[in-house]
Nanobody
């Protein structure tokens, strides 16, 4: 079973940057589309970004131009570089993986707080 481990969250001021990491436990990482979601207090989990096995990335409109999804096939790790952070980016961020049969069980996520 695929296991996911997110890290890299923290407290940052508006306009700051963070880089999230997502380590995947399975050897077939190179086949997965990796996805990033976030969930703010009192809100539903929402899509943030995805990156395919050949590194084609897509983004939610709210983060387009500020967030960048990348991946390292050797390290089996997906990254989400977040720049020019805004208070409305505050949420728990989760990664997930899809090899064509749907999402895998969620990890614990990592908290991102943007506040002055």
């Amino acid at each position: 079973q695929v296991q996911l481990a997110e890290s890299g969250g923290g407290l940052v001021q508006p306009g700051g940057s963070l880089r999230l990491s997502c380590v995947v436990s399975r050897s077939a990482f190179e086949l997965y589309t990796m996805l990033w979601y976030r969930q703010a207090p009192g809100k539903q989990r929402e899509f943030v970004a995805s990156i395919t096995s050949d590194s084609a990335a897509t983004y939610a409109d709210s983060v387009q131009g500020r967030f960048t999804a990348t991946r390292d096939q050797v390290k089996k790790t997906a990254y989400l570089q977040m720049d020019n952070l805004k208070p409305e980016d505050t949420a728990v961020y989760y990664c997930n993986a899809n090899a064509g049969s749907g999402l895998v069980p969620w990890g614990r996520g990592t908290q991102v707080t943007v506040s002055s």
